[in-house]
Structures are given as C-alpha cells and as structure tokens.
C-alpha cells in the first residue's frame, strides 16, 4: 500500500464474546454477529470475557480457513483470517478482515466516527450486502481466492456506511446532514439524484448544502456522486456476468453516451475494455 492508502479492520464474532480494548478509547464487547469496525485500524487487544490476557490482534489461524502467514510488508497481516482464542466460557471464534481504502473517498464518513464502532446483530442482519459478505467470507472451509481483497473492500465501504448511517438518539454526528448525504450516495448511487434532492436528503438549503459537502468531501455532490456510480459500474464489469448494456441504468445512467464519457474519463478507459482486461487484472 502507498500512502495515500489508509487501512481499516473489521471483526465479525462468529461464536462466544470477547473484549475489544482500543488505544484511546472506551472498550467494546461484542458477540456473536456482532461486528466491530476500526476505519483507521487503531491499535487494539483482543481477550474473551472476563478479561483474560489479551492478544494484539488475534492471529488468523489457516486451519480455520484464514489466508496464512502475515506478509512482513502489511503489519496488518492477511485480508481475511479466522481467529481461534480459549475462553472460560467455551472458544471465541473471530472473522478478522483487514483493507486497504482510499481516504479521500470516504472523508466525511470516516471523520464522523470513533476509533472502534460497534455494529449490534440487528443492524448487520438488516444489511443484506454486509450480511451476505460477511456470511461468505467466514463460510466453514473456505480456501483464499484472488477476489478476496475485493469482497473484503466490500464488506468495508457496507460497514462504513452502515455505521455513518442513522444513529441512536443523543448520538451526535459533526456533519449530520452531509454523512446522511454520503451515506446515501454509498448505497443509493442508482436513484436519480439531483443536488437539489440530495440537499433535501440532507435537510438543508441548495447552497449552504452544496459548500458544506465541498469543504467535508473536497470535491462537489455531482463528482462525488459521479465516481460512486463508476467505481461500482468498474466492479460490476470486473466481476459480474451483467450484460453491458445494462450497467449504465443499473448505476443510475438514463443515458448510455453519457455513461460512457464518464467511464472513460475515470479509467482511460472504455467499459468494454475494462471488461475484456478484467481477468488478467484479476
């Protein structure tokens, strides 16, 4: 990773509960299908309840279907890891996920959350993108693919969006109506938004919308919204059998020269080439 590159880490409780002590912050004890995300991968210490000795963090274990040794070069280790750790009350098994982003694109949303955010069950279970992910990555005897870097993005920019999302009562955000607004274009890029309609999905008036999201993004709505639509047309193009012609509307193109002028000035690129090098990138 250059570093222009952030990293983030998820962890997902498969069984038992454990404790999840962060630097600079209170701990969090999750359990099973509870999900923890730390956007800045803050050093932390993982210990089953009640507080035994804790390691930093668990290492992925390859009998359980984790990706092996951690590369010397990424502290953070492996992509996707299965974590194993002896509790009183019975093993905690942990899906440790770990990712690369760029943090450009996701500013607003990153800046509005803690170091550690816990995602409860119910929450992770009403995200079907997130659910679903999760749910693959951790399938019993799993062996490493050359798309889990990919899958485990996913499950990232899911959580991200899902924890900048709508908050508990009392639980105050520094941009309340630009993360909603962000929030919204990471999982509802496809709608026919405006900036007029997304001032409105922020609650506020089309100017003072349109500077607040420039100064908290560093880019305007439409290019944010723009790239959005791009990144996810590039992944449906790499990894989907979806027609081609049907990718424009799926991202929330009416018009095809439009989406295409769009791609190409994104990736050099025209969406049929992309496509066509996808498997050698891959």
């Known amino acids: 990773m250059d570093a222009s590159t952030a990293r983030a ?55 359980a279907g984790g990706t092996g040794p951690a590369d010397p070069a990424d502290p953070l280790g492996p992509a996707v890891g299965i974590a194993v750790l002896d509790g009183p009350g019975g093993p905690v098994r942990l899906l440790s996920l770990r990712t690369g982003y760029d943090p450009r694109a996701v500013r607003p949303l990153v800046a509005g959350l803690p170091r550690a955010v816990l995602l409860e069950r119910r929450r992770v279970e009403a995200a079907p993108l997130l659910r679903d992910t999760l749910r693959l990555l951790a399938e019993p005897g799993r062996r490493p693919g050359p798309g889990d870097l990919l899958l485990v993005l996913r499950a990232f920019e899911a959580a991200l969006a899902l924890a900048a999302g709508p908050r508990p009562p009392g639980a105050a955000h520094p941009h309340p109506g630009i993360g909603r607004t962000v929030a919204a274009i990471e999982t509802r890029y496809a709608e026919p938004w405006t900036v007029d309609t997304l001032a409105r999905e922020a609650g506020m008036s089309r100017s003072s919308f349109t500077a607040a999201f420039r100064e908290a993004v560093g880019t305007s709505p439409a290019r944010h919204l723009t790239a959005r639509r791009i990144r996810e047309a590039a992944r449906l193009l790499a990894e989907t059998g979806l027609p081609q012609s049907a990718v424009p509307a799926r991202v929330g193109y009416r018009s095809r020269v439009g989406f295409h002028l769009a791609f190409r000035t994104a990736y050099g690129t025209t969406p049929g080439e992309y496509r066509a090098a996808a498997p050698r990138r891959a």
């Open 9 to 63: 880490v998820l962890h997902y409780v498969l069984a038992g509960g454990c404790r999840i002590a962060v630097t600079g912050t209170a701990a969090l004890d999750p359990s099973r299908g509870e999900l923890v995300l730390l956007p800045a991968a803050a050093r932390h210490r993982i210990s089953p309840l009640p507080g035994l000795r804790g390691v930093s963090p668990p290492p992925p274990s390859t009998a």
